[in-house]
Structure formats: C-alpha cells, structure tokens
C-alpha cells in the first residue's frame, strides 16, 4: 500500500462554497500530481508539481489551484464550486528520476449540488 | 494531436485463460511505456514498465511487449483468476518530467 493520503474520500457540497481537497505523502517524493477523472473515463492531468514552491498547470483546463509549501504536501482548491467540478479527483506522487512509477492516493469524490 | 486508444469494450474470459489488452498510439514516439491497474473507486496502481529498447517484459503472470513499428504495446495476463477482474490502463510517456498520459483503459472481466 502507497503511502499516500487524501481526505476527505468523500464530499457533497453546495453550489459557491469553497472547498479544499488534501494530499499528504509520506514517501519524500518531489513531483506530485492532481487528476480528474469522471466515472469510467480517462484521467486527466489537471496539476503538477516538481517541488517545493512548483506548481504547473496540467493538459486539462481547470478552476482549481494548486500549492506546495511543503515537500509533503499538495492540497487542491476550488475558490467557488460549481455542478460541473463533481468528478473523481486522485493525487498522485513520483521520485524525482526519470519515468518512474506514479503512486497514487485513494481519490476524493466530489459532489456539488 | 496525440492520440491513445485501448479497447472500450470490456473483455470477458474464463478463469485459467490468457487475457491479452491492446495499447495503441498515433502521433506519439515514447520512450516508456507503464500500465497500471485500477479498481473501482479506487487509484491506479502501477504494474510495468517497459522501455522503447525492449520488445518485452515479464513480471510474475504478466507480460508487456512494445513494438515501436505498430506504435502498440500488448499486456497480457496468464493463468487468469477473477481477482485479475479491474481496469487496465497504459500510460506513455516520451518526455523526462514524469509526465504520463492515460488511455481510456479496459476493463478486464474473469469469470470463474
């Protein structure tokens, strides 16, 4: 099992609240990553990050921010939740050498109302 | 645009057989190629990786080949069992910044 966290697992929320998803490894990995993924659809990068103080935006637009203030640490924010954010979204973390695997955490499933 | 397809149709077999899931790519030239497993409601997890200089790959019951001519990569599971039951996903990658691209994945049923 990675040592990788994300809470809540779970989420309903109302339209216009802000809410913000969180991502903890323990594994002293330097890049991290967010996807979104839809039921039965592809994921899609939509945030990265190769350290601290890195953020970068992914191939997926999206109205969420991302930030890296500590190694270990990547939360997700969305200032203002629509209907259309309910998805499925993974955080995921890799070592800083070439093309290795990706860990990922257990993924926060959003509900906005 | 690069483009990534794996069968969307789910793939059922019995147990015992080989399951074999199909990975291709246009307009791409990667230098690795990982697959992953997925289970619903849950994240990915990683299973191989194989790179542009080996035809193939063999870890336990599972075997990855990538051919580079046919821009595919082939996954198979031997011995099949219906705990193999989950999603399959292949990611390739041809850059060095760890960025993956997903295909759609296919879902791999085993009946007992």
């Known amino acids: 099992e990675a040592d990788i966290y994300q809470t809540p697992r779970y989420l309903v929320i109302g339209t216009g609240k802000k809410i913000t998803l969180e991502c903890s490894q323990t594994m002293g990995h330097d890049k991290m990553y967010w996807y979104q993924q839809d039921p039965g659809m592809e994921l899609h990068l939509i945030h990265y990050s190769y350290g601290v103080n890195s953020t970068e935006k992914g191939d997926l637009s999206s109205e969420s921010t991302v930030s890296r203030i500590r190694t270990e640490h990547f939360p997700l924010t969305l200032e203002s939740a629509r209907p259309s954010h309910t998805s499925q979204y993974l955080c995921a973390s890799s070592e800083g050498v070439v093309n290795n695997e990706q860990f990922f955490g257990p993924g926060t499933r959003l509900t906005v109302l | 645009s690069q483009k990534i397809e794996q069968n969307s149709e789910a793939l059922n077999i019995q147990e015992g057989k080989t399951a074999t899931l199909t990975c291709n790519y246009t307009n791409y030239s990667p230098a690795y190629l990982q697959w992953y497993r997925q289970d619903p409601g849950r994240g990915p997890v990683f299973l191989l990786l194989i790179r542009e200089n080996e035809k193939e790959k063999r870890k336990e019951r599972l075997k990855v080949t990538f051919d580079t001519t046919l821009k595919q990569s082939l996954f198979h599971i031997t011995a099949s069992q219906p705990a193999d039951s989950a999603t399959y996903l292949c990611?390739?990658?041809?850059?060095?910044?760890?960025?993956?691209?997903f295909g759609g994945g296919t879902r791999l049923m085993v009946k007992p």
């Open positions: 990611a390739p990658s041809n850059n060095a910044g760890n960025m993956l691209t």
